[in-house]
């Protein structure tokens, strides 16, 4: 008896975690389609084919299935900012080329989670789950630092201050709404948004 309990175990644990990510996913496209406020622990369960009763198993509410969203969220992006940072040699691949390394798997991952991304973009969200991928954006911003500094050794702090703020602003501009483009646009959109980096980082005299 007790060695099938212990066969049984691992198939119950990941059929658990299955069915938290299941809820996962349909609490992103709730939230996404009507909001923080009109959402709640009925109607995530319904679009998740399940009972609230089933639901409550694993979350104790809509804060609860919030939060775990906003962690999944971040450890996402964290994910694939690895990825795209995963180049070591910056100094010798030409501007063109290190900007599609580092942008194209972020460009990736925007269009692979549209249900996330309409989630964050919301203004109703409880002030806590606003920008969960904060700390992802510094270390972002901190590894551009390193890269432009690689490349650029002597630059002005202030000027890599510039550079830095200014190359975000233009990759969230240039990614909003890409997830809904048909793949046709979302390849303009992503050489647009590699030509428009080059663009400013060469006007800028950054190499």
Same mark, same amino acid.
């Given at each position: 008896?007790?060695?099938?309990?212990?066969?049984?175990?691992?198939?119950? =644990?990941? /059929?658990?975690?299955? =069915?938290?990510? @299941?809820?996962?996913?349909? @609490?992103?496209?709730?939230?996404?389609?009507?909001? &923080?406020? *009109?959402?709640?622990?009925?109607?995530?369960?319904? /679009?998740?084919?399940?009972?609230?009763?089933?639901?409550?198993?694993?979350?104790?509410?809509?804060?609860?299935?919030?939060? @775990?969203?906003?962690?999944? &969220?971040?450890?996402?992006?964290?994910?694939?900012?690895?990825?795209?940072?995963?180049?070591?040699?910056?100094?010798?691949?030409?501007?063109?080329?290190?900007? %599609?390394?580092?942008?194209?798997?972020?460009?990736?991952?925007?269009?692979?989670?549209?249900?996330?991304?309409?989630?964050?973009? *919301?203004?109703?969200?409880?002030? *806590?789950?606003?920008?969960?991928?904060?700390?992802?954006?510094?270390?972002?911003?901190? %590894?551009?630092?390193?890269?432009?500094?690689?490349?650029?050794?002597?630059?002005?702090?202030?000027?890599?201050? =510039?550079?830095?703020?200014?190359?975000?602003?233009?990759?969230?501009?240039?990614?909003?709404?890409?997830?809904?483009?048909?793949?046709?646009?979302?390849?303009? %959109?992503?050489?647009?948004? %590699?030509?428009?980096?080059?663009?400013?980082?060469?006007?800028?005299?950054?190499?």
């Amino acid at each position: 008896m007790a060695e099938d309990t212990a066969k049984r175990t691992p198939v119950r =644990r990941a /059929r658990g975690l299955a =069915r938290i990510e @299941a809820i996962l996913d349909a @609490a992103a496209s709730e939230l996404a389609d009507v909001g &923080y406020d *009109r959402t709640t622990t009925n109607s995530i369960a319904a /679009r998740a084919g399940i009972s609230p009763g089933s639901l409550y198993q694993y979350f104790s509410g809509k804060e609860a299935i919030a939060d @775990a969203l906003a962690e999944r &969220y971040a450890a996402t992006v964290a994910a694939k900012q690895a990825g795209a940072f995963g180049v070591t040699d910056v100094t010798t691949p030409e501007l063109s080329e290190l900007v %599609r390394v580092v942008v194209d798997p972020i460009i990736q991952f925007n269009v692979d989670n549209p249900g996330l991304l309409a989630l964050f973009a *919301r203004t109703d969200l409880p002030e *806590r789950l606003a920008n969960p991928i904060e700390p992802v954006e510094e270390t972002f911003a901190a %590894r551009l630092r390193e890269i432009v500094t690689q490349r650029n050794p002597g630059i002005d702090p202030g000027e890599l201050a =510039r550079v830095i703020e200014t190359l975000i602003l233009m990759f969230r501009g240039l990614m909003k709404g890409i997830s809904a483009l048909d793949t046709a646009g979302r390849e303009r %959109r992503a050489a647009e948004t %590699r030509a428009a980096i080059v663009g400013y980082l060469a006007h800028r005299g950054i190499r």
